[in-house]
Each structure stands twice: as C-alpha cells, then as structure tokens.
C-alpha cells in the first residue's frame, strides 16, 4: 500500500518538488547514491573495486522529453568511460543506461543513436553497456533497440523483470549464446494485466525465469538481495552444471553491502549498480518503496533536524 503511493509520487513533478526541497533529503539520498558528479562516482568505483568488487555506473537521469538532456546525458557518459579507459578496469566497470535518459520518449531513432555512442565509448574502454529496463511500456522499444545495438556491440546486455507476465517468454528468446541478462524482481507501479501484484507470486516467476537463464547458453546477471534467491541460484547453477564465472549477482549501492563482500569473498563475481547525479528523485523513491522501513529512516531525519 506505502510502496504503492510512493511508487505514485515518484513520478509526480510536484512531490518532486516538495522532497528535493528538503534541506535533510541529502543526507538520506547519500545511503543510495554515489554523490553528484563523476569524481564522487569514481571514488566509489576504486573503493569497490578495492575491494574485489566490480560495478556499473548509472549517470542517474530518466524520461526526459528534452533532446539537449538527453544529449548531454550520452555526454556525460562518454566522459565517464573516456575517464575509466586509462584506469584499465575493463569490465570490472560497465555502465547502465536508461533508454528514457537519451530520448526514448522523443523518437526511438534518437535514443539508438544516443545508446550506440555510449557502446561505442564502452567499447573503446574495453567494457560494455548494460540497458535498465522501465515501465511495461517501453519493453518492445527497449528489446528492438537491444537487438539493433547488439548488431555492432554483441555484450549488450539488459534487465529482465520477473514481475511482467511476458518476461518468461522474453527469456527463452534472449537466453542465446553471448546474451547478457540481468535479471530483476521489478521497481514500477505496473497493472494486474501485465504484471504479478503478491510478492510470492513474483517471487516464483523470479525463480522460473532464473531457471531459464540458467538452462540458457547466455551469462545470467541475477540482480536480488534477497537470500532465498541467491541460495536457489547456486543450486539451479549446480543442476545446471554452471562454474561460478559463468554468471554474476548484482545489487544496489548501499544496499546489504555485507552480503555482497561475503559473496564476492566466498569468489562469486559480485557487481554493484553505482547511482550517481543530481537527478536521483525518482530512482530514490524507488529505493524507499521498496522497503517501508527507509520510509522511516527518511521521516527520522526530518524530525531530528
Ligand atoms: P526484495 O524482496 O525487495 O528485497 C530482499 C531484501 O533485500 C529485503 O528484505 C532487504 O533486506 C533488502 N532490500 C531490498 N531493497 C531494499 C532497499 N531499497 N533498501 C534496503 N534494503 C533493501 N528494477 C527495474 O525495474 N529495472 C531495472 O533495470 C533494475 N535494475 C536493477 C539493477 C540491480 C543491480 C538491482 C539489484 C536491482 C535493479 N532493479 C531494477 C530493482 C529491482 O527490480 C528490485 O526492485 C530491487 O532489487 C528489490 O528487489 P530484491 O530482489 O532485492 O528483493
């Protein structure tokens, strides 16, 4: 109920408006977001990498209907990956990107064009884009414009939500040999039509969709925090006859970081989303309907001040 109203407000200009407004809202954002530009970010990124982890950048920034940000968005990321090519880290840090950041809601013409340059940037960096996925919405646009970009840029990967009622589907079409699938419980407010509502019931699609990948010929990215999940994925990698390498768990900035040294100890590859930007609203509300308990840690801080 709490994670649907905030999923609501995510989106609305004037609540934006109103949580940006706080003074405190800083301080709490700073548990999920790297910070606000790119020298935040690359601190982030050699902390991490120090220790044994791997990452992917996200420039934070979505559904914009302004072609100059979309622009200066593929800018902003091609400056990050010019910056990481001397660092040498390879695919120890890719980047994500949101096709609603360069343009999908403009033209989808525009938004390939803007993905393929930030492809190319990773190329030259010798690492590789991954596509988030949004709303159910933009899943056809998004999986034509992966097809497109793989043409010239073969490690393209993209997320996957095991909510969506299609994504079983999705899955069996994308689990081919050199496919990176990055696969995800999902963030969005999204119709009983589409999408499973109980969170057992996207809990088991989680699970068949995970089983697919692993059945698969492609290299699966299982992106939870959940522990059930993560202790199915090593038996379905066991039954599967997968070695470790030949898949990743992934999780968010800030979020059960003890888990992800604990798995990357036991010599899992472990990659960490890495926010950073000022535009963070809606990635930050995001994060707080995903768990009440950050809804109090918010409201916490504004009364302490
Ligand atoms: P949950 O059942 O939500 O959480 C399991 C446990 O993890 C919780 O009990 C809690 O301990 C911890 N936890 C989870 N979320 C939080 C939080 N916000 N704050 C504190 N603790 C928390 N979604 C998309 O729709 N599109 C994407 O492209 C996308 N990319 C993602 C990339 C990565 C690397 C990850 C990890 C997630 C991504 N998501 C994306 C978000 C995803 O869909 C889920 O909303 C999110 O991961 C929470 O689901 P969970 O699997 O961790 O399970």
């Known amino acids: 109920m709490l994670g649907s109203l905030?999923?609501?407000?995510?989106?609305?200009?004037?609540?934006?408006?109103?949580?940006s407004g706080f003074p405190v809202t800083r301080h709490v954002v700073d548990r999920f977001v790297a910070g606000e530009d790119a020298g935040d970010a690359l601190r982030a990124v050699r902390r991490l990498t120090d220790a044994r982890l791997t990452v992917t950048l996200d420039h934070l920034g979505e559904e914009t209907k302004d072609a100059r940000a979309a622009a200066e968005t593929v800018k902003a990321y091609v400056t990050m990956l010019d910056t990481l090519r001397p660092l040498g880290l390879g695919d120890r840090a890719e980047v994500s990107v949101k096709l609603s950041a360069v343009g999908q809601m403009l033209d989808d013409r525009m938004a390939l064009d803007h993905a393929r340059e930030?492809?190319?940037?990773?190329?030259?960096a010798a690492t590789t884009v991954t596509l988030d996925m949004e709303d159910h919405t933009t899943v056809d646009s998004t999986l034509s414009i992966l097809r497109d970009l793989r043409e010239d840029f073969p490690s393209t990967g993209v997320a996957?939500?095991?909510?969506?009622?299609?994504?079983?589907?999705?899955?069996?079409?994308?689990?081919?040999?050199?496919?990176?699938?990055r696969l995800v419980k999902g963030a969005y407010r999204e119709p009983a039509t589409v999408a499973h509502q109980k969170k057992t019931e996207v809990d088991k699609a989680y699970v068949r969709c995970l089983r697919i990948l692993m059945e698969g010929k492609g290299y699966p990215m299982v992106a939870t925090h959940d522990d059930r999940l993560i202790s199915i994925t090593e038996l379905l990698a066991d039954e599967a006859g997968?070695?470790?390498?030949?898949?990743?768990?992934q999780m968010l900035y800030g979020i059960r970081t003890d888990k992800?040294?604990?798995?990357?100890?036991?010599?899992?590859?472990?990659?960490?989303?890495?926010?950073?930007?000022?535009?963070?609203?809606?990635?930050?509300?995001r994060r707080l309907a995903e768990r009440p308990?950050?809804?109090?840690?918010?409201?916490?801080?504004?009364?302490?001040?």
């Not at 930030?118 to 030259?124: H, L």
């Not at 997968?242 to 990743?248: C, I, Q, T, V």
């Open 260 to 285: 992800q040294e604990a798995l990357a100890a036991a010599g899992s590859t472990v990659r960490v989303y890495v926010p950073y930007g000022d535009d963070w609203y809606g990635y930050f509300m």
């Open 160 to 181: 996957i939500q095991a909510y969506l009622h299609r994504s079983e589907q999705d899955l069996r079409e994308l689990s081919r040999e050199g496919s990176r699938v």
């Open 6 to 19: 905030l999923l609501a407000v995510s989106r609305s200009p004037l609540a934006r408006r109103a949580v």
């Open 242 to 249: 997968r070695s470790r390498d030949s898949f990743e768990y």
């Open 293 to 305: 308990a950050n809804v109090a840690f918010f409201l916490r801080s504004l009364r302490s001040k």
């Open 118 to 124: 930030v492809c190319a940037a990773a190329r030259d």
